[in-house]
C-alpha cells in the first residue's frame, strides 16, 4: 500500500510552559531541558470530535478520492467521552463516509499498528481505500495538579488515506505484558452485587521504567525491520519516531544511530499526543515538502501494555 493524502489538526488555544508555571511548580527552563516541549494545544471551545473530521477531511481532500470511494475507517483512539459507540462510528457521518469502521486502543502505538491492520486488509482484498484516524485528547487523562503528566501532553488529530501500492515494505510488533508502567483507570458504575470497586484514576506513569521501556523496545522493533531489509541507519533517510519525550527520542537515536537531523520532531510545538503525534508530524512534512519519491521511512512507536511497534516505508506517489 501507499500513502496518497494526509491531515492534521490541533485545538485552538495554544498553551506555553510558562502558562502552566502559573498554577504548577515548574517552569519553561524545567520542562524545556526534560522534554524538548515548549508549547501544546488543549482542547477548549471544540472537542475531540471536531479535530477528527477536521483531519479526515483534510487527508481525503488531499487524496483527490471522494468520501465514498474509502472502503474503510479504522480509528485509533484511547478514550474520549463516550465509551461506546466508538469514535469511528461518532464520526463517521459527519466525515461522509457510508464504510464500515473499527476503532483500536493501544495506546501511543496505535498509527504503526493500524497501518499494519490496513496492509493485511488490502492483501486480503478486502479493501482498497483505507482512512486511518488518529484522534486522542490526552490531557483530559492527567492530574492537573502534578506537573509530571500534565506539562507532557496536547490534543490533536491525524489522518492518513492508503491505496494499493508497494512503498510499505514491513512492520514490526511487540507487547511485554507490564500494564503499571503507565495506566489510566476510568470509573465504572457499580452494582448491588460487588464485594470491591475500584475508583477511577488519573494517569499514572512511572518515568524511569517507562524512558527504559520505550528507548529498548522501540530501538529493538527498529533493528529488526533494518535486519531483515538487510538495511543500515546510513540508509534511512527519516526515522519518525513517537513524540513522546525529546530525551526518549535522543535514547532511540544513539542506539539505532544516524545524525540528528534524520530524526524529526514536533513534540516542541504539540507535546505528547499520544496516536496522532507521528501522522501530525508525516502531514507536517508533506506540506513542507520534506518527503520526496523513494526515500526510505522507517516509523516506530510505543505506549501503554507495554507496546511498541515499528515499520518502514520506500516512500511512493
Given at each position: 500500500m501507499k500513502i496518497i493524502g494526509t491531515g492534521s489538526a490541533v485545538p485552538t488555544m495554544t498553551v506555553s510552559n510558562d502558562d502552566l508555571s502559573k498554577f504548577l511548580d515548574t517552569n519553561d527552563a524545567w520542562i524545556t531541558t526534560r522534554t524538548g516541549i515548549k508549547t501544546r494545544h488543549l482542547l477548549s471551545t471544540e472537542d475531540l470530535y471536531d479535530l477528527a473530521v477536521d483531519a479526515s477531511i483534510k487527508a481525503i481532500k488531499?487524496?483527490?478520492?471522494?468520501?465514498?470511494q474509502i472502503d474503510f475507517l479504522l480509528v485509533s483512539n484511547v478514550a474520549n467521552r463516550h465509551i461506546t459507540p466508538g469514535l469511528s462510528c461518532i464520526v463517521q457521518k459527519r466525515i461522509g463516509l457510508s464504510c464500515a469502521g473499527l476503532d483500536i486502543n493501544v495506546a501511543c502505538a496505535g498509527f504503526v499498528n493500524a497501518l499494519m491492520l490496513a496492509d493485511g486488509m488490502m492483501k486480503a482484498g478486502r479493501a482498497k481505500n483505507i482512512l486511518i484516524l488518529c484522534a486522542e485528547e490526552p490531557t483530559k487523562y492527567?492530574?492537573?495538579?502534578?506537573?509530571?503528566?500534565?506539562?507532557?501532553f496536547g490534543d490533536g488529530a491525524g489522518a492518513v488515506v492508503l491505496t494499493e501500492g508497494n512503498a510499505f515494505k514491513d512492520v514490526n510488533l511487540t507487547m511485554i505484558?507490564?500494564?503499571?508502567?503507565?495506566?489510566?483507570?476510568?470509573?465504572?458504575?457499580?452494582?448491588?452485587?460487588?464485594?470491591?470497586?475500584?475508583?477511577?484514576?488519573?494517569l499514572v506513569m512511572k518515568g524511569k521504567e517507562l524512558f527504559r521501556t520505550a528507548v529498548s523496545e522501540s530501538a529493538k522493533d527498529i533493528q529488526t525491520i533494518l535486519n531483515r531489509a538487510h538495511?543500515?541507519?546510513?540508509?534511512?533517510?527519516?526515522?519518525?519516531?513517537?513524540?513522546?519525550?525529546?530525551?526518549?527520542?535522543?535514547?532511540?537515536?544513539?542506539?539505532v544511530g544516524g545524525p540528528e537531523e534524520k530524526y524529526p520532531t514536533v513534540i516542541e510545538k504539540y507535546g505528547n499526543t499520544s496516536s496522532a503525534s507521528i501522522p501530525i508530524m508525516l502531514d507536517e512534512m508533506m506540506r513542507d515538502n520534506k518527503i520526496h519519491q523513494g526515500d526510505k521511512i522507517v516509523?516506530?512507536?510505543?505506549?501503554?501494555?507495554?507496546?511498541s511497534a515499528a515499520c518502514w516505508w520506500e516512500w511512493e506517489f
Open positions: 488531499a487524496s483527490g478520492l471522494r468520501p465514498d492527567c492530574n492537573w495538579h502534578e506537573r509530571d503528566c500534565s506539562v507532557l505484558s507490564d500494564r503499571d508502567v503507565l495506566y489510566y483507570e476510568r470509573g465504572m458504575e457499580t452494582t448491588p452485587f460487588e464485594s470491591t470497586y475500584v475508583k477511577g484514576q488519573p538495511l543500515t541507519a546510513d540508509d534511512i533517510n527519516w526515522f519518525m519516531l513517537h513524540q513522546a519525550n525529546k530525551r526518549i527520542i535522543e535514547g532511540i537515536r544513539n542506539i516509523m516506530s512507536a510505543f505506549g501503554a501494555g507495554f507496546v
